[in-house]
């Protein structure tokens, strides 16, 4: 990213569609580093972990393992339906359909299957990682630049001048955190 911002930072003299693309860019960069695909044995592996617990139907699992993981996996249904079949083509699970969703449920098998793995859940190890930061602050990064992209397109001439003021001020404070080494 260097040489991708101007120098000296967001002045204010900067037109307010200037700073839309160099948020647009910034939250595009840490998008690109902080990518979401797992593993197909770890989509397995959550979804055996979540209907250990209780039935549930895809869309359910989906959003499960989103909030379990603090929103640093959010597999999609492309990953989640195909290994559910295939689960379910293994006896692993069953599937009950009602009011038009299918509702899954572990076997005897499948029960056997989780107790025999002794693996952990995929998010409580994706959360370990984001102790490490590599998770979160990319994310913490892409919500800042989505916050100060809507103030560039929105807001007012004072506003834009007072997100300018505060990004200026939040910049300082990152390279302080570096600066403590």
């Known amino acids: 990213m260097n040489n991708s911002f101007p120098a000296g930072g967001f002045g204010t003299g ?3 569609d200037g700073m839309w693309q160099i948020m647009e860019q910034l939250r595009s960069t840490f998008e690109k580093r902080s990518g979401t695909r797992m593993g197909r ?3 397995r592996a959550a979804v055996l972990a979540l209907l250990a617990e209780k039935p549930m139907h895809g869309y359910q ?3 499960e393992i989103d909030e379990r993981s603090n929103g640093s996996w959010k597999p999609s249904a492309g990953s989640v339906y195909p290994t559910l079949q295939l689960l379910a083509d293994e006896g692993f699970i069953t599937a009950e359909e009602s009011d038009g969703r299918k509702t899954y449920t572990l076997t005897e098998a499948g029960r056997e299957e989780v107790a025999g793995s002794g693996a952990s859940a995929p998010w409580e190890t994706a959360s370990a990682s984001d102790n490490t930061g590599f998770t979160a602050l990319p994310k913490a990064g892409v919500e800042l630049a ?7 397109r929105t807001g007012s001439p004072e506003q834009v001048r007072q997100a ?3 990004l200026d001020e939040a910049r300082r404070r990152l390279y302080a955190i570096l600066a403590q080494d």
């Open 14 to 16: 900067m037109h307010p």
């Open 41 to 43: 044995g770890d989509v």
């Open 61 to 63: 699992i989906i959003r």
């Open 146 to 152: 989505q916050a100060a992209a809507q103030v560039g």
């Open 164 to 166: 300018v003021t505060v």
